[in-house]
């Protein structure tokens, strides 16, 4: 069974420019989590998915992030414009549980950004 | 959610057993606890979860007392390839927050 797949798995870009990152789920996974980890900490939840409704945002800056679940498989996160703070890396994970219920996540490898 | 606790660090050597004990004074009677394990360069990957008593998987055990303010993942003789960083995690459902984690380091 394919895991969690994210691209890129590096990306160097200049402050305020533009950045998205894809993520593709497991097959038949309902919930999908973006979360962003900085060095030496844990990861930290932005934005999480059941199917494609977003059900929990609240700790997605919106003024600069954004993200979408189109047809509730594939989902992209995009930052506009990128700040220096925002280096770090992008965690996509999935799960086939939907809210309420206990289960693992299945992380992919993320993406690593670094804004110069 | 609870908030949890866990040891910065932990270092051992190769064949030795590990625990790492992790405390979650606030856990909440719907709250289960998960164990996450996590390489360089890599996402977490999950260990084993528990609600109560004793877990046991092929890596790891989970032990959990009766008040459940306090949780010790158990690593049975532990390798080199055991160096990395473990989350306890507490939360209901899909409302995992992860703290800082311990950072084990295998030697030989």
């Known amino acids: 069974e394919a895991g969690v797949v994210q691209s890129p798995r590096y990306k160097i870009i200049e402050k305020k420019q533009p950045v998205a990152f894809w993520c593709n789920p497991i097959?038949?996974?309902?919930?999908l989590y973006w979360y962003l980890q900085n060095l030496g900490q844990g990861p930290e939840l932005l934005i999480r998915y059941e199917n494609e409704e977003a059900v929990d945002d609240s700790q997605l800056p919106k003024d600069r992030f954004s993200a979408e679940r189109l047809k509730g498989v594939d989902s992209t996160l995009k930052i506009q414009p990128a700040e220096l703070g925002d280096s770090a890396v992008y965690l996509c994970?999935?799960?086939?549980?939907?809210?309420?219920?206990?289960?693992?996540?299945?992380f992919g490898p993320g993406t690593r950004l670094t804004v110069l | 959610l609870a908030k949890t606790t866990q040891p910065i660090s932990m270092d051992s050597y190769e064949g030795q057993e590990v625990n790492i004990t992790c405390s979650h004074n606030?856990?909440?009677?719907?709250?289960?606890i998960t164990w996450y394990q996590q390489f360089p360069s890599q996402g977490p990957r999950f260990i084993i979860q528990?609600?109560?008593t004793k877990v046991t998987n092929e890596v790891a055990s989970l032990f959990i007392p009766a008040d459940r303010k306090s949780s010790t993942l158990s690593l049975p003789r532990v390798s080199l390839s055991d160096t990395a960083v473990y989350y306890c995690l507490v939360g209901e459902g899909t409302a995992l927050i992860f703290g800082k984690g311990t950072t084990l380091s295998v030697s030989s």
């Open positions: 097959s038949g996974h309902n919930t």
């Open positions: 994970a999935s799960s086939p549980r939907l809210a309420g219920d206990s289960g693992e996540q299945f």
């Open positions: 528990g609600y109560k």
């Open positions: 606030n856990i909440a009677t719907n709250d289960y």
